[in-house]
């Protein structure tokens, strides 16, 4: 009597639909199907490591601290009278408001000019390579260069900038020295110096669009602003989206070009809170500047989250 063995493969498949079963995908014979991680555990090891004691021993002993008067040599417990004095300094109403304002001008010109920037670059222009990297070279330059730089640019009458305007006859303000122009001023120099990252990001994005979507407008009879308005804007938001992400934690946490700029003035009025986290320090209020940081990192987690969750719901697939 001979046995009959069960079909396999591809007749097996067909046997299945045949017999209204859901069909099996044939797997080739000896080749098992990958169910644990890509590559053993031990190749993520190093990278927790490094991850744990430059993050997470440093985050959870920032926590402990702020709940203390510390000093070099030793630490008091205060409990949380380090959070209720910093919220009780008189200019953390000024900082926030400033770093807020100073986070929402960065980020938004960045998505505006860098998106020009790359739409341009990515067109049909003799120059492109030349011009990519003259827009990136700001970021490969020193933030404290920059602001001390663009200090000596910007002082009033022996400035560069207001000697320029002084050959239209327009009399420049003192761009660093008034309260109504030196938040901005700095937010500019700061866009000048991040909008490379910006571009790249765009390039990227751009570049990775399917050219048939371009075609399609153009059989439709679309121009340049159709092709634009109707295939790169709503298809390059995932770079959107890291840019304003990106730019955005950058404006929260930004100190070192302020700094190097104004120093938080005239006065108060450029202050934003890394600045006045930065006094607290210099003052040797240790604990009290330890406590300001974990608010920082509250508030900016607080912020991006959100964020994040709401410019993910608009992700748009190519």
Do not use: C
Request: proline share 5%; hydrophobic share 50%; net charge positive.
């Amino acid at each position: 009597m001979t046995r009959h063995r069960p079909d396999t493969g591809e007749a097996g498949s067909r046997a299945a639909t045949v017999a209204g079963l859901p069909a099996r995908r044939a797997h080739p014979r000896g080749v098992r199907r990958r169910t644990g991680p890509a590559y053993p555990y031990a190749l993520y090891l190093p990278a927790a490591v490094v991850y744990t004691v430059i993050f997470l021993i440093p985050t959870v002993m920032a926590f402990y601290f702020a709940l203390t008067r510390w000093t070099l040599f030793d630490s008091e417990f205060v409990g949380l009278d380090n959070f209720r004095d910093f919220l009780a300094e008189q200019n953390l109403s000024i900082g926030f408001r400033n770093t807020v304002v100073y986070a929402v001008v960065t980020s938004g010109l960045k998505v505006v000019i860098g998106l020009g920037l790359g739409v341009l670059l990515t067109s049909k222009l003799r120059l492109r390579a030349f011009l990519r990297s003259v827009v990136f070279f700001p970021v490969l330059v020193s933030t404290v260069a920059v602001g001390i730089t663009f200090s000596v640019l910007l002082k009033p009458d022996t400035g560069l900038v207001d000697k320029v305007l002084a050959l239209v006859g327009i009399s420049g303000p003192d761009w660093l020295g008034d309260a109504s122009t030196a938040l901005l001023s700095v937010a500019l120099v700061d866009v000048w110096k991040g909008v490379g990252l910006a571009t790249v990001i765009y390039i990227a994005g751009i570049l990775s669009i399917p050219q048939d979507y371009y075609q399609a407008v153009a059989v439709d009879g679309g121009g340049a602003w159709h092709r634009f308005r109707h295939v790169t804007l709503p298809l390059s938001w995932p770079a959107t989206y890291s840019v304003i992400i990106l730019s955005f934690i950058g404006g929260l946490r930004s100190f070192d070009l302020i700094w190097t700029m104004t120093r938080g003035g005239p006065g108060f009025t450029s202050d934003v809170i890394a600045s006045i986290i930065y006094k607290q320090y210099q003052a040797g209020f240790f604990g009290l500047s330890t406590a300001g940081n974990v608010l920082l990192f509250v508030v900016v987690t607080a912020i991006v989250i959100p964020l994040n969750w709401f410019l993910g719901r608009r992700q748009v697939a190519p």
